[in-house]
């Protein structure tokens, strides 16, 4: 396997803007256990392994209960979720797999319902960033847990 270069280190600004970017879309209208609801989800399609460690993790520094996390990827099963959850992650999996035709109006119905026009529309920006970030995790390698430190993330306790 080939050693991947750091493209947060080769381009700085950009990784600067990026990170703006994503506080910003953090800082809107939706509340934060969505917020790692949807990071988690996207990261786990997308199969970001560093994403899906660090959100994991966030989560859990937060206080978000073990079993929660470990429905995430069955919650359309779980009744571990709020119907305002289960509009948040759908609208996740929509956007983050977007199917050939785009996203059906009956998704958009269900999630609409659930959420104002403001808040849907900072949702998808949230949607959006993670998917940016898993991408670029995802094409240069970033090893999961590799920033824990860095990020506080060993406060966690799931090494």
């Given at each position: ?18 990170v ?21 989800r ?9 994403c ?36 948040a ?46 991408r ?24």
């Open positions: 396997m080939s050693q991947r270069l750091n493209a947060f280190a080769q381009s700085p600004e950009l990784f600067k803007k990026f703006e970017f994503t506080m910003l879309a953090k800082s809107g209208t939706i509340e934060k256990s969505i917020l790692d609801l949807v990071d988690i996207a990261s786990q399609i997308n199969g970001c392994g560093f899906l460690d660090m959100h994991v993790k966030e989560a859990t520094i937060k206080g978000e209960r073990a079993l929660r996390l470990h429905h995430v990827a069955i919650w359309r099963e779980s009744p571990l979720f709020s119907p305002r959850e289960r509009a992650l759908e609208w996740t999996e929509a956007l983050t797999t977007l199917p050939p035709h785009g996203v059906p109006d009956e998704i958009y119905d269900a999630v609409r319902a659930q959420f104002t026009e403001t808040e849907l529309s900072d949702l998808t920006f949230l949607v959006v960033g993670i998917n940016g970030w898993n670029l995790n995802v094409a240069f390698r970033t090893e999961p847990g590799s920033a824990d430190k860095a990020y506080g993330l060993d406060k966690a306790g799931l090494n």
